[in-house]
């Protein structure tokens, strides 16, 4: 089942805020965050798992909500380095499959 | 570097062939997992496999399979190929699954003509 993420594009100034969501029709097991780069690789951001744990390496924060199956993906601050398709994915009960949403593309500028 | 080694980067053939995508994961991680990405697509999940096993399975089509080797390096074989087969194809490491991030390699570009 593939998480939907909202919203499907944003702009901003460098220096404002943004969220990005991610939700899901199944119960979640845990939800990942990823940035890509045209023509990148996708590099993780953030693991959110059920139960409160978060696992990531960059200053960014995330929040999920296990009951309303949703995350949301908080980017503060924004400089002109945040611009790219962020995705969610998301994996549900007993099932490893890591799968995708869409992607929301976030572009920063001056 | 991520430490997730993709080859060849590029890849350009013909309708009807075979051609074998390769990864090596990064140092100590034991999972990899293959991902198909087309234009205007996301990333679609087709394998996983942990330790040589395959884990979990996506909308891989029969016409592609996958294997992990003991040395835990991984190959996409992609047969009779078509058209819409082309794509950026990713192979994603993780120490373990489900509670790990994945490190993902920087993918190979297939073209078919």
């Known amino acids: 089942q593939q998480p939907v993420q909202s919203p499907q594009a944003v702009i901003l100034r460098e220096g404002e805020d943004a969220v990005i969501n991610c939700s899901s029709s199944?119960?979640?097991?845990?939800v990942h965050w990823y940035r890509q780069k045209h023509g990148e690789a996708p590099v993780f951001l953030m693991i959110?798992?059920?139960?409160?744990e978060q696992k990531g390496h960059e200053k960014i924060s995330a929040s999920f909500n296990e009951k309303k199956q949703q995350s949301s993906l908080y980017l503060t601050a924004s400089q002109l380095s945040y611009s790219g398709t962020y995705f969610c994915g998301s994996t549900q009960g007993g099932s490893e499959k890591l799968v995708f949403g869409k992607g929301t593309k976030l572009t920063v500028n001056p | 570097d991520s430490g997730v080694t993709q080859t060849p980067k590029h890849l350009i053939t013909a309708t009807g062939q075979r051609v074998t995508l390769r990864c090596s994961p990064r140092?100590?991680?034991?999972?990899v997992y293959w991902y198909q990405q087309s234009l205007d697509q996301g990333l679609q999940f087709l394998i996983q496999?942990?330790?040589?096993?395959?884990?979990a399975k996506g909308n891989i089509l029969e016409r592609f399979s996958a294997q992990q080797f003991p040395d835990l390096h991984s190959e996409l074989n992609l047969s009779s190929l078509e058209l819409g087969d082309s794509a950026l194809y990713f192979c994603?490491?993780?120490?373990?699954?489900?509670?790990?991030?994945?490190?993902f390699g920087s993918g190979t570009r297939l073209t078919v003509v």
């Open positions: 140092s100590g991680d034991l999972s």
């Open positions: 496999y942990y330790n040589g096993e395959e884990r």
């Open positions: 994603a490491s993780s120490v373990a699954f489900r509670q790990s991030g994945y490190t």
């Open positions: 959110l798992l059920k139960g409160g």
């Open positions: 199944k119960a979640l097991y845990s």
